[in-house]
């Protein structure tokens, strides 16, 4: 029974990888389950029974991926050096996928979940990181604040200025950087 249950493990594994380069790689119309189960060595019939169908496939990749997301994004509250250059390599290896699911919000309920998780995780990150620079009181400065702070470093940005402005991966973080360090000076002579 045990050797049953970790094949079946291995195998949603199998399918979770498969499906999570997939989307990394193509727009979400274009990732089928045939591709999923191509990708992972197994048959469409073996994706369906595990997922269902190609939405709840979707959703349980993201709800699989954040821990690994969220670890690879650990830096020390106030590191601002360390926070930009985490989030570039981040955007480096998803942000154009990130940002060719934007375009489906509206039309695909697992993409919505997938956008409201990642705006969710980016919020608490930005939160943690930037606490130290973030007004002591909540209220209407504290928001303003942390979305400033959200802003500087939302992959939108990263899209901007590596695929729109055609700038280079370190001029791109210089950028950033540039744009943080700005919010933590204004931080540390207001009086909010």
């Known amino acids: 029974m045990q050797s049953r249950a ?8 199998r399918i979770l990888e498969a499906a999570y380069q997939l989307l990394l790689e193509q727009h979400y119309d274009e990732v089928s389950l045939e591709r999923v189960a191509e990708r992972a060595g197994l048959t469409k019939q073996t994706v369906l029974r595990q997922f269902g169908s190609k939405d709840q496939l979707a959703y349980a990749v993201v709800d699989w991926q954040r821990p690994t997301e969220e670890a690879a994004r650990l830096v020390q ?3 601002v050096r360390g926070a930009v250059n985490t989030l570039v390599e981040r955007y480096e290896r998803m942000g154009d996928a990130n940002v060719r699911v934007l375009q489906l919000e509206n039309r695909v309920p697992a993409i919505r ?3 409201q998780q990642g705006r969710e995780s980016h919020s608490a990150w930005v939160a943690r990181v930037f606490a130290p620079f973030l007004p002591r009181r909540r209220g209407r400065a ?3 604040r942390a979305m400033a702070f959200y802003a ?3 992959v939108m940005l990263w899209k901007l200025l590596r695929r729109d402005f055609g700038l280079s ?3 791109t973080g210089a950028v ?3 744009l943080v360090s700005g919010l933590v000076m204004q931080s540390q002579t207001s009086e909010e």
């Open 152 to 154: 500087a470093t939302e």
């Open 176 to 178: 950033l950087l540039a």
């Open 77 to 79: 509250p106030g590191d």
């Open 142 to 144: 504290h928001r303003r």
């Open 169 to 171: 991966r370190k001029e």
């Open 6 to 13: 970790a094949h079946v493990e291995e195998t949603r594994i």
């Open 113 to 115: 979940y997938l956008l």
